[in-house]
Every structure is written in C-alpha cells, then in structure tokens.
C-alpha cells in the first residue's frame, strides 16, 4: 500500500515527500494557533477549514488541553485508532461531560470494569434477544397509525422531530423494563422521562433531573428483587448477569447502566429517523424505490419478522441517512502511550477526535458526498471504498451494542408507516444541523402527511 503524502489537501497516494515511519518526532501538520475544539456549529464548520487545509489528520492547539490534539478522518487511522491498537486508546475529552448524565455506565468506562460490564451486558443484544422485541416495536409503531391518520385527514402538519423522539424513547423503554414501564406511566401519570424529548439541551439541569430520574429505576430493581422476578427483558437480563467471580451488577450499576441505554438508545435513532423521513421527502425516486419494497412486504399493517432480511432498499436509505447525519458526529479518544498513527508520531496523553460526519463525506471515499444516495450500500455495502469508511457505530471492541436492535427498530417502523404514508416536508423550512452531543435538526421537522 503506497504511502500518503502528509497533510495533502486530497487524499493523494503518491507522494515525493513521504514521511519516514521510523522517525517518531514528526508531527501532523496543523495551525500553530490554538482552536478550541467542542460540540458545536463552530467547531464543526473550524474541523471543515482543517481537513481541507491541512488533510486528514491534523494537529491541533486545543487550549482547554494541555496535551496535543489530533483530528483524525483518515480511514487508515481510524481503523489503527479503533480496532489494531485500541488498547492503547481510552475515552478522551468530552466524556465526563456525558458522565454527569450516565454515571459511570459503559459508554463513559474504561479499562477492567468497562470490561466487565460489557461482558455482562452483550447477551442481552444477541440477535435472538433483540427479535423478541419485535412485536413490542411494530405495537409501538401501529400505535401512531390514527393519529397520523387524523392529520392526514385533517391537513394538520406534524413535527416529525419529536414524533420521532418519542417513539424511539418508548421503545427502549419498553426493551429495558417491558410491562413495567406501563405501571411507571399510571404511578407518574405520563412517561417521567418525556422531558428527555421535550428539551433537546444536555445542561447541568435536564443532567440532574435525568439523574434523579434513576430513583425510578431503582424502585423497579427493588420490587423484581422482592418478587424474585428479574424479568425477561434487558433490565433483567444485567439483573440476571454475573461477572467472572459470580458476582452481580450493584443497584448503583444497573442503574447506570439503564440511564445510558435510555440515553444512548432513543437520540440516536429517533435522530436517524427524523433526517430519514425528511430526505425521503426529498428525494422522490429512493422514497418511491423504498415504498416499492415495503408495499409487497406489508400487510395489515404487518410485516413478519422473517422478512426482515428483504428490507435490503429500506436499510440502504436508513445507512444513508446515518452517513449524511452520524448521530455521534465527533467522538474522542486519548492515547495512554506514545504510538505512530500513519506515519506521525503521537505521544501519551495525546487527545486524538474522530469524525464519522467528515469521514462520511470524503469525496475520496464516497461517489456522491453530500447527496442522498442509498447507491451507496448497494449490495449491502460490499462496495464500500474502505471498511472504516462508514463508522455510524464506530468500530472495534467499543463498536456500539445496540448496532442491530437499532437497524431493526427502523427498519420495523419505516416499513410499516412508509405502506401506509407519504411526507412532504412543509416548505419553506430553514433546515440546519445542530451538531451537538448528537447529530440534530437545529428547529423540529414539519411535515404533511398523505395517506397512500
Ligand atoms: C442509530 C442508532 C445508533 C448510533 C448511530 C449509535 C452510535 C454509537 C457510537 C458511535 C458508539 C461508540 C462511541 C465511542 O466509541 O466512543 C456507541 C456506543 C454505544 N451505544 Fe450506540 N448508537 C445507536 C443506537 C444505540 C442503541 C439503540 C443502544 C441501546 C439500546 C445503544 C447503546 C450504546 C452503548 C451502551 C454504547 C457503549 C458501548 C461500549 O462502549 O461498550 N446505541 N453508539
């Protein structure tokens, strides 16, 4: 594989000017200038400036940092970052910002006890777990079905945004703590956690409100406990658990562990769902393509979890919103030793920020960048330039649990829907990303709903 040049502003492969491997004290290019480098408009629209002066990784002042940051879009470096030398990798800045509102649950942890609780909780995301919840996600999918029927009726439109973050906050809800999830709606007269969906800021306010929520949770765990029932679905599963000596989650744990699923769980996929109804609406030949597949699927407002494999054109359109709009558009890493990264050298402590959103639309990587095009994963992404090229769920040991359980609530609930509606996007709506902790619309999406 021949080298790179440093810094090119195209991914040249080719270059005179190659650095030397060997020589640990070359640095990436970068700004001498200090950049301050968070979650917002500034910083992404700042990261655009440095890949496209600098390339693809690139070193950066960052003065909250004492150490070096590197910014990293390269799929070669992500893959050695991720997956070939990711022991040498902990979470880097920003996470204890997430750790305020998740404790120490196993999106924040590190080292043995992320281990731990990583291993404890992987069996309850097993394929044939997540299947077991697909009739409770097609229920809570059929469930909207009169009310958009009304709207479709009545020419009211309907911010989608939030119809999205709804659904998708029910449905880990319902994945984490089944029937009793209904009980905790009559005893609070409505969902306790709806605030989650009705204020989009992560502040120190909603953080301590959501925290305070756990004390919910907490009295769940304590009467399965009492009934000797932990329950058959993922709360019960990290009940049911035991590490290596045997020994179960603490109730401080699994709570944890339950606020980061609900986190992690429903922004990320009402997320995807909302920019996917939203290019569908824009793009009349892959909503046409799509509606093809499903109406043939779909009956009675059905869809057998058998066919779910043939939703092939469905799940090309959900890949190409999560490549056009990455839930986690930036995400950080922090080397613990000294390493070389394609040729630069990196040293301990060093903060390295990775960016599936830039990644994500490489003109080298992807034929058509900025556009929506579901082409790309034809094939079921066999054509992909790069493996690391589409990194939604990022990669290695730290690769996102709930990948599948993700794929399968879209796919259920676009299938679905899509037989039975069409969406227009109301016009004239300013449509701007809000690149946050997630991946947002800056304003809700609304749309016209048309029955079929
Ligand atoms: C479109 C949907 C989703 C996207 C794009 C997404 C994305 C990601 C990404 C990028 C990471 C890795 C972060 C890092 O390495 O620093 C991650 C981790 C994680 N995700 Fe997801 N996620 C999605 C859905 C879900 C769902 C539905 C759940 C739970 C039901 C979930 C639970 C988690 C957990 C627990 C981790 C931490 C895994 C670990 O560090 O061991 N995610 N997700």
């Excluded at 810094?7 to 640095?27: A, F, N, Q, V």
């Excluded at 200038?33 to 655009?48: G, M, S, V």
């Excluded at 989608?160 to 998708?168: L, N, P, Q, V």
């Excluded at 995807?272 to 909503?287: D, F, I, K, M, R």
């Amino acid at each position: 594989m021949p080298e790179r040049i440093a810094g090119s502003i195209s991914h040249c492969y080719l270059s005179p000017i190659m650095p030397d491997i060997t020589d640990r004290t070359i640095r990436a290019p970068g700004p001498d200038a200090p950049i301050t480098l968070d979650i917002n408009l500034e910083t992404q629209q700042t990261i655009k400036k440095l890949l496209a002066e600098y390339g693809d990784i690139v070193k950066v002042h960052n003065p909250k940092n004492k150490d070096l940051s590197y910014l990293i879009t390269n799929p070669d470096a992500l893959k050695h970052v991720l997956i070939s030398n990711h022991s040498n990798y902990i979470k880097g800045p920003g996470f204890e910002r997430v750790k305020m509102l998740l404790g120490n649950g196993i999106i924040v942890s590190d080292g043995d006890f992320w281990r731990r609780q990583r291993t404890m909780i992987q069996p309850a995301f097993s394929r044939k777990n997540i299947l077991q919840l697909c009739e409770m996600i097609k229920l809570v999918t059929q469930n909207l079905i009169p009310k958009w029927r009304k709207k479709a009726e009545t020419g009211e439109a309907i911010d989608i945004t939030t119809e999205m973050s709804e659904f998708s906050l029910e449905v880990i809800l319902r994945a984490l703590l089944s029937n009793d999830f209904d009980h905790l709606v009559i005893e609070q007269g409505g969902n306790p956690f709806a605030f989650l969906t009705e204020d989009a800021t992560r502040d120190l306010a909603v953080a301590m409100k959501f925290r305070q929520s756990g004390k919910l949770i907490q009295e769940i765990i304590d009467t399965r406990r009492d009934k000797n029932q932990e329950g058959e679905d993922l709360l019960g599963s990290m009940m049911a658990a035991t590490d290596k000596d045997g020994k179960n989650m603490s109730d401080k744990e699994l709570i944890d562990e339950v606020m980061t699923m609900i986190i992690a769980g429903h922004e990320t996929s009402g997320g995807t769902l909302n920019w996917l109804w939203y290019e569908l609406s824009q793009n009349p030949v892959a909503e046409a393509l799509a509606y093809g597949e499903v109406s043939s699927l779909v009956s009675d407002n059905n869809i057998s979890t058998d066919q779910l494999g043939a939703l092939g054109y469905t799940k090309q359109c959900i890949n190409e919103a999560l490549r056009l709009y990455p839930p986690v558009w930036l995400f950080s890493r922090k080397a613990v030793k000294d390493d070389v990264l394609q040729g630069y050298s990196i040293s301990a402590g060093s903060n390295i920020y990775l960016s599936p959103y830039f990644t994500h639309r490489d003109p080298e990587l992807w034929a058509k960048p900025n556009e929506f095009h579901p082409d790309h994963f034809i094939n079921d992404g066999a054509n992909l330039k790069h493996k690391q090229a589409f990194i939604p769920f990022s990669a290695g040991s730290r690769r996102c649990i709930g990948e599948y359980f993700s794929y399968v609530e879209m796919q259920l609930h676009m299938a679905i829907m899509l037989k039975l509606f069409k969406l227009d996007a109301v016009p004239d709506q300013q449509m701007e990303i809000d690149p946050g902790i997630n991946l947002r619309t800056k304003n809700s999406i609304m749309m016209q709903i048309n029955l079929r």
